[in-house]
């Protein structure tokens, strides 16, 4: 999984995602939408990467828009910067 920049390499810090596991209800559209950051294991386990390179803010954000409870939330700290 990803891990955020480095803050002295200069470059953009990544993305902080977060999903309140008391909504997800496991219909897995984060998944389908963005597989390579979000995926269910074993009976209902849902594993994510929290701190995504902020190059992917696209998949994620479509992970978040398809979420039907919308149980995913997404902080960019480089927006602020």
Same mark, same amino acid.
């Given at each position: 999984?990803?891990?955020? &920049? +480095? ?9 902080? @995602?977060? @999903? +309140?596991?008391?909504? %997800?209800?496991?219909? *897995?559209? %984060? %998944?389908?939408?963005? !597989?390579?950051?979000?995926?269910? #294991?074993?009976? #209902?386990?849902?594993?994510? =990467?929290?701190?995504? &390179? *902020? #190059?992917?803010?696209? +998949?994620? #954000?479509?992970?978040?828009?398809? %979420? !039907? @409870?919308? *149980?995913?939330? @997404?902080? +960019?700290?480089?927006? =602020?910067?």
């Amino acid at each position: 999984m990803s891990t955020p &920049a +480095d803050a002295s390499s200069g470059s953009r810090p990544g993305l902080r @995602v977060s @999903v +309140d596991l008391n909504l %997800c209800q496991a219909y *897995a559209q %984060c %998944c389908y939408a963005a !597989p390579r950051h979000f995926r269910i #294991e074993g009976h #209902e386990a849902l594993f994510y =990467d929290p701190a995504p &390179a *902020a #190059e992917h803010r696209a +998949d994620i #954000e479509r992970a978040r828009v398809a %979420c !039907p @409870v919308q *149980a995913i939330r @997404v902080e +960019d700290p480089g927006q =602020d910067a």
